[in-house]
């Protein structure tokens, strides 16, 4: 008999079809030990999760690399209708007779001293996120989007701010935070390749690819955020310890295993994210582990396989990505339209990790029931579904601005 692709399938968005499944408790360790304290917590269950998350989803890096050097490639004293300072920093780094090095684009309000920051991966380069003319255009390999105007993977004048409207620039400045943004395919092109991007830096002699336990894309497009963190703790204009971090869609599920391993980061904002995000993999909602590892075998470690159609021998779900986060502010946030990142799962998840941040006594989400649309719970941990589709909005960019201003500064 011939084997079906899994992509031939409809993929379930039926309620009643989803799997009856145990919930992970994050506060029981895999030996079935309670955990009953913080002590408890941060000493054996959040290291143990932390491992079983490195070795059998995302991926270990498998050394240490920082940047060699920084360069300032551009600066102005007026961007944004003369509100804020504009930097492009050029981070570089060097490894087995190789060079890798990336552009962070940074807005800064003029009227605060050491400003906190937006930070986060933009899909189609920096200079998609407005319309200033003086955004250096990256030469990395891109993912095409003709609507975008984006052939031949590369990128050209013809997509300048063509973002805009996912970043909303001027709100943010407006509200006294930066932005920090860069192009997610300077650190790893996004496709099945892992002889490019900074994957070979830290290969061992002959490696062609990670192995099993070795980092993904998802993995390294992390510790690329984690780079950039080493380099905003060495510029004075900037606020290191009130950096949000924010991911839409794969860069959300990017910037939870971020901060999940590296706490330096304040706050979260999962965007969408979806499988493999925020969305509980044993509901085989939408997209499934196998599915997304059939499309995209890149983007986690292989041991991750093991659990394509198979989500039942899984002994964590992605409740407990989010509990790791804990006690931090984290904002996880759905689109009504968006089945296939399973809007139900993502705030599930939510609901589920709540027990975490209860444990510090924070609050998150306390009702089974989903939310309605467009009505936020904004907690230490937050949520909302909103209406429309798979994106990222103006509504959604005034809940995160409220809500962040709320968790950093009162
Ligand atoms: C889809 C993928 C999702 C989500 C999305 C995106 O194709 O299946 O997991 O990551 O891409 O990143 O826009």
Same mark, same amino acid.
């Given at each position: 008999m011939i084997k079906q692709p899994i992509d031939t399938f409809e993929p379930n968005y039926d309620e009643d079809k989803v799997p009856i499944f145990k919930v992970p408790n994050p506060l029981e360790m895999f030996c079935g030990e309670r955990v009953n304290t913080i002590e408890e917590w941060e000493g054996r269950r959040r290291p143990e999760l932390l491992d079983f998350f490195t070795h059998n989803v995302y991926g270990k890096?498998?050394?240490?690399?920082?940047? +060699?050097?920084?360069?300032?490639?551009?600066?102005?004293?007026?961007?944004?209708?003369?509100?804020?300072?504009?930097?492009?920093?050029?981070?570089?780094?060097?490894?087995?007779?190789?060079?890798?090095?990336?552009? =962070?684009?940074?807005?800064?309000?003029?009227?605060?001293?050491?400003?906190?920051?937006?930070?986060?991966?933009?899909?189609?380069?920096?200079?998609?996120?407005? @319309?200033?003319?003086?955004?250096?255009?990256?030469?990395?390999?891109?993912?095409?989007?003709?609507?975008?105007?984006?052939?031949?993977?590369?990128?050209?004048?013809?997509?300048?701010?063509?973002?805009?409207?996912?970043?909303?620039?001027?709100?943010v400045i407006d509200a006294g935070f930066g932005l920090a943004t860069l192009f997610y395919?300077? =650190?790893?092109?996004?496709? @099945?390749?892992?002889?490019?991007? =900074?994957?070979?830096?830290?290969?061992?002699?002959?490696?062609?690819?990670?192995? +099993?336990?070795?980092?993904?894309?998802?993995?390294?497009?992390?510790? /690329?955020?984690?780079r950039v963190m080493d380099y905003l703790e060495k510029d004075l204009d900037i606020d290191a310890t009130k950096v949000v971090l924010f991911g839409h869609s794969r860069l959300g599920k990017t910037s939870l295993w971020a901060s999940a391993t590296d706490q330096r980061f304040a706050a979260v904002i999962s965007n969408n994210s979806g499988c493999g995000g925020a969305a509980l993999s044993k509901r085989k909602?939408?997209?499934?582990?196998?599915? =997304?590892?059939?499309?995209?075998?890149?983007?986690?470690?292989?041991?991750?396989?093991?659990?394509? @159609?198979?989500?039942?021998?899984?002994?964590?779900?992605?409740?407990?990505?989010?509990?790791?986060?804990?006690?931090?502010?984290?904002?996880?946030?759905?689109?009504?339209?968006?089945?296939?990142?399973?809007?139900? /799962?993502?705030?599930?998840?939510?609901?589920?990790?709540? +027990?975490?941040?209860?444990?510090?006594?924070?609050?998150?989400?306390?009702?089974?029931?989903?939310? +309605?649309?467009n009505q936020p719970i904004q907690n230490r941990l937050a949520y909302h579904i909103r209406k429309g589709k798979h994106d990222v909005t103006e509504y959604d960019w005034e809940q995160y601005i409220k809500w962040a201003r709320m968790q950093l500064f009162e």
């Open positions: 890096v498998p050394g240490e690399l920082k940047f +060699s050097s920084f360069r300032i490639v551009e600066q102005s004293n007026s961007a944004i209708e003369g509100k804020a300072k504009r930097k492009q920093v050029e981070l570089i780094f060097k490894k087995n007779k190789r060079t890798l090095s990336f552009n =962070i684009l940074i807005y800064l309000p003029k009227n605060v001293s050491r400003a906190p920051v937006f930070m986060g991966y933009n899909f189609y380069g920096n200079h998609t996120v407005t @319309n200033d003319s003086k955004i250096i255009i990256s030469d990395a390999w891109t993912v095409n989007n003709e609507s975008l105007g984006i052939t031949n993977n590369r990128l050209d004048e013809h997509s300048r701010g063509v973002c805009a409207s996912r970043w909303q620039v001027e709100s395919g300077e =650190i790893d092109p996004d496709k @099945n390749d892992m002889t490019d991007g =900074i994957h070979p830096l830290l290969y061992t002699r002959h490696q062609q690819r990670p192995k +099993s336990d070795e980092w993904g894309s998802i993995a390294a497009w992390s510790w /690329g955020l984690s909602y939408g997209e499934t582990i196998g599915r =997304i590892n059939h499309r995209f075998p890149h983007w986690f470690c292989n041991n991750f396989k093991t659990y394509s @159609n198979n989500e039942e021998q899984l002994p964590v779900d992605q409740h407990e990505l989010l509990a790791l986060i804990a006690p931090r502010p984290l904002y996880v946030a759905s689109a009504e339209e968006d089945r296939w990142a399973d809007p139900r /799962g993502e705030y599930l998840s939510a609901y589920y990790a709540t +027990s975490v941040y209860r444990l510090y006594n924070k609050k998150g989400v306390d009702s089974i029931d989903m939310l +309605s649309v």
